[in-house]
């Protein structure tokens, strides 16, 4: 069975940081692209990091410069480093490996920024 389990969510005030961990079980993370979502209310999920094996980093617009994210292979973990958080980054925050046709997503871990 195939878990991905997000954790490290939580209430941060802006400007604040948090870090977010994806522990996957069930896959080896080395073959995947992984990378993490976010979903606001009302609004449409969407792609805020992703990292190849290689590894190869890509970003939103609206997180260059403040997010970073990384792997971990040997300990079949992603992570997502997010600095000078914003209001506007409050959400549920998924991760999600694709690998082929092979798609897998996490529960979710909520971030909420206010002060």
């Known amino acids: 069975q195939v878990q991905l389990v997000e954790s490290g969510g939580g209430l941060v005030q802006p400007g604040g940081s948090l870090k977010l961990s994806c522990v996957a079980s069930g896959i080896d993370i080395a073959l995947y692209v992984m990378e993490w979502y976010r979903q606001a209310p009302g609004k449409q999920r969407e792609l805020v990091a992703s990292?190849?094996?290689?590894?190869?980093?890509t970003y939103a617009d609206s997180v260059q410069g403040r997010f970073v994210i990384s792997r971990d292979n040997a300990k079949n973990t992603v992570f997502l480093q997010m600095n000078d958080l914003k209001p506007e980054d409050a959400a549920v925050y998924y991760c999600?490996?694709?690998?082929?046709?092979?798609?897998?997503w996490g529960q979710g871990t909520q971030v909420t920024v206010s002060s």
């Open positions: 999600h490996g694709d690998y082929y046709s092979k798609t897998y």
């Open positions: 990292i190849t094996g290689h590894p190869y980093a």
